[in-house]
């Protein structure tokens, strides 16, 4: 079971010594202010990871949004309206990537670069600079692998749910996570 | 040794080719066992188990493994060096990457879309012994609480907004029962009279690990103390400690969400939303000994 299954069903067996929202008087999961008033925080939340930064964060938000709310209709009912809107914001955010034709942040050479940092280098290092270098890094690698490292790690989205957002196989998204730790640990394994 | 590195170097060079590639994957991936599992994998004969070991790390960071899973890997690591150190760089990357997560406080409330919202809260602000405090509830129950002391009234309506929320002065008639249910019990459990909240809550826009956290935490009795480290296990999380304490940092429901019960390990009292002030009073109001085992 995956942590995000974990999580979900931890939720539908939890047992509050507080009166929680009832199913029964909840927004209907078919409104879709429902849906964006559950999924909205994390998903924005997303957007920041994707982009790094709060303006492209802002417009990719917006965009992503309002094109669930022009396709929310056609939505099957029992969609599973969390991975859906993770999978509209990672079409739009690769989509648009392709459109500019660059990679968002630092490209192949840089990351080359931070991976042959000889080691006394580091040592100069502060712990925030190190943190920074990690963060460059994951922005550095691969898209699938960012991606997929970010859904999982920061997300806690389950495989199917990763490989439907990314069109590729179950084993595939999780050969993406690994592999993304895989580098990190090659590189900050032994200095951070 | 010399096997192991050979091994990664191939994996290594098998994997980018996913990356762009649109193709089903026709072999199992590197780095996972999916058909019999990893135990299984190390007993294979000629198989080095230090190669099932290394390869299972990545998915144990994440979360991948099952618990005899993880059982058999910590087992291995604690007789190998070799793959104790290689697991400790994991935890390392992990580690970092958790603190890549932006602190609650830092976390921006996401932009107020350019769409329709109908729902509505509203909110009140009531005196207790902490200070004023701003109570928001929809027709569902309980949404936000506020320490106005450290809180403006803008941004507290921000965190609404935040939440998918229309933000709206003083209790209407929608919401006159579940906020005046709250207001009642808080001034309650103020005078002493209440050690226990019994008022619908409304979750709506809360994230599953925060709301796993939040309910943890309000199992936790009137005048009792847990710490971090106990809500991570409790929720099957032990190693999201620092998780824990950013989501408790989120807790939309002060008070009522006992956040303030839940101090470090080493007994000291770890931090507050509403400052540190009022977690110490409100723990004194409860007769909590603030020494923990």
Same mark, same amino acid.
């Given at each position: 079971?995956?942590?995000?299954?974990?999580?979900?069903?931890?939720?539908?067996?939890?047992?509050?010594?507080?009166?929680?929202?009832?199913?029964?008087?909840?927004?209907?999961?078919?409104?879709?202010?429902?849906?964006?008033?559950?999924?909205?925080?994390?998903?924005?939340?997303?957007?920041?990871?994707?982009?790094?930064?709060?303006?492209?964060?802002?417009?990719?938000?917006?965009?992503?949004?309002?094109?669930?709310?022009?396709?929310?209709?056609?939505?099957?009912?029992?969609?599973?309206?969390?991975?859906?809107?993770?999978?509209?914001?990672?079409?739009?955010?690769?989509?648009?990537?392709?459109?500019?034709?660059?990679?968002?942040?630092?490209?192949?050479?840089?990351?080359?670069?931070?991976?042959?940092?000889?080691?006394?280098?580091?040592?100069?290092?502060?712990?925030?600079?190190?943190?920074?270098?990690?963060?460059?890094?994951?922005?550095?690698?691969?898209?699938?692998?960012?991606?997929?490292?970010?859904?999982?790690?920061?997300?806690?989205?389950?495989?199917?749910?990763?490989?439907?957002?990314?069109?590729?196989?179950?084993?595939?998204?999780?050969?993406?996570?690994?592999?993304?730790?895989?580098?990190?640990?090659?590189?900050?394994?032994?200095?951070? | 040794?010399?096997?192991?590195?050979?091994?990664?170097?191939?994996?290594?060079?098998?994997?980018?080719?996913?990356?762009?590639?649109?193709?089903?994957?026709?072999?199992?991936?590197?780095?996972?066992?999916?058909?019999?599992?990893?135990?299984?994998?190390?007993?294979?004969?000629?198989?080095?188990?230090?190669?099932?070991?290394?390869?299972?790390?990545?998915?144990?960071?994440?979360?991948?493994?099952?618990?005899?899973?993880?059982?058999?890997?910590?087992?291995?690591?604690?007789?190998?060096?070799?793959?104790?150190?290689?697991?400790?760089?994991?935890?390392?990357?992990?580690?970092?990457?958790?603190?890549?997560?932006?602190?609650?406080?830092?976390?921006?409330?996401?932009?107020?879309?350019?769409? %329709?919202? @109908? *729902?509505?809260?509203?909110?009140? &602000?009531? #005196?207790? !012994?902490? /200070?004023? +405090?701003?109570?928001?509830?929809?027709?569902?129950?309980?949404?936000?609480?506020?320490?106005?002391?450290?809180?403006?009234?803008?941004?507290?309506?921000?965190?609404?907004?935040?939440?998918?929320?229309?933000?709206?002065?003083?209790?209407?008639?929608?919401?006159?029962?579940?906020?005046?249910?709250?207001?009642?019990?808080?001034?309650?459990?103020?005078?002493?009279?209440?050690?226990?909240?019994?008022?619908?809550?409304?979750?709506?826009?809360?994230? %599953?690990? @925060? *709301?796993?956290?939040?309910?943890? &935490?309000? #199992?936790? !009795?009137? /005048?009792? +103390?847990?710490?971090?480290?106990?809500?991570?296990?409790?929720?099957?999380?032990?190693?999201?400690?620092?998780?824990?304490?950013?989501?408790?940092?989120?807790?939309?429901?002060?008070?009522?969400?006992?956040?303030?019960?839940?101090?470090?390990?080493?007994?000291?009292?770890?931090?507050?939303?509403?400052?540190?002030?009022?977690?110490?009073?409100?723990?004194?109001?409860?007769?909590?000994?603030?020494?923990?085992?």
């Amino acid at each position: 079971m995956t942590n995000a299954m974990a999580a979900e069903a931890a939720l539908a067996g939890a047992t509050c010594a507080y009166s929680t929202l009832d199913p029964a008087t909840a927004p209907a999961a078919t409104s879709f202010e429902a849906v964006l008033a559950r999924y909205q925080g994390e998903i924005y939340r997303y957007t920041i990871h994707l982009t790094r930064n709060r303006t492209d964060a802002d417009d990719l938000y917006q965009e992503t949004l309002l094109k669930a709310y022009r396709a929310f209709d056609r939505l099957d009912g029992a969609a599973n309206h969390r991975a859906w809107l993770y999978r509209i914001a990672t079409n739009t955010f690769l989509s648009d990537r392709r459109k500019r034709g660059r990679e968002a942040g630092l490209d192949e050479a840089t990351e080359q670069a931070l991976t042959a940092a000889p080691d006394d280098h580091a040592a100069g290092l502060d712990a925030r600079d190190l943190l920074r270098e990690v963060e460059s890094f994951v922005a550095a690698l691969p898209v699938k692998q960012r991606v997929a490292l970010i859904l999982r790690k920061h997300h806690e989205l389950g495989y199917a749910e990763i490989a439907a957002t990314l069109k590729c196989s179950e084993a595939a998204a999780r050969a993406n996570v690994h592999e993304a730790l895989r580098k990190l640990r090659q590189s900050f394994g032994d200095r951070l | 040794m010399e096997a192991i590195m050979t091994a990664s170097d191939d994996q290594a060079n098998q994997v980018p080719d996913l990356e762009e590639s649109t193709a089903p994957m026709m072999v199992a991936p590197t780095g996972t066992w999916p058909d019999i599992g990893i135990i299984a994998a190390a007993h294979q004969p000629g198989i080095d188990p230090c190669d099932v070991a290394c390869d299972a790390m990545p998915g144990h960071v994440v979360g991948d493994l099952t618990p005899p899973e993880m059982a058999w890997l910590l087992d291995h690591t604690s007789d190998c060096s070799y793959c104790a150190n290689m697991l400790n760089g994991y935890e390392r990357v992990d580690d970092a990457l958790e603190r890549l997560i932006p602190p609650a406080s830092q976390a921006a409330p996401p932009p107020l879309p350019f769409l %329709p919202s @109908t *729902r509505r809260a509203s909110y009140r &602000t009531i #005196e207790s !012994p902490v /200070g004023p +405090l701003l109570v928001a509830a929809t027709e569902a129950g309980v949404c936000e609480i506020g320490f106005a002391r450290s809180e403006s009234e803008a941004e507290f309506r921000g965190r609404l907004v935040a939440r998918g929320l229309t933000p709206v002065p003083d209790l209407d008639e929608a919401t006159v029962a579940t906020g005046g249910q709250a207001i009642a019990q808080l001034r309650e459990y103020f005078e002493g009279r209440r050690n226990r909240f019994d008022v619908p809550l409304d979750f709506a826009g809360v994230t %599953p690990f @925060t *709301r796993a956290v939040l309910d943890a &935490t309000a #199992e936790i !009795p009137f /005048g009792h +103390l847990s710490t971090y480290r106990d809500i991570a296990t409790r929720i099957g999380k032990p190693g999201a400690t620092r998780a824990v304490g950013n989501a408790l940092g989120r807790n939309p429901i002060p008070v009522i969400i006992p956040c303030h019960r839940v101090v470090r390990s080493g007994g000291s009292l770890g931090g507050y939303t509403g400052g540190i002030q009022i977690k110490e009073r409100l723990l004194a109001l409860e007769g909590a000994a603030l020494v923990t085992a």
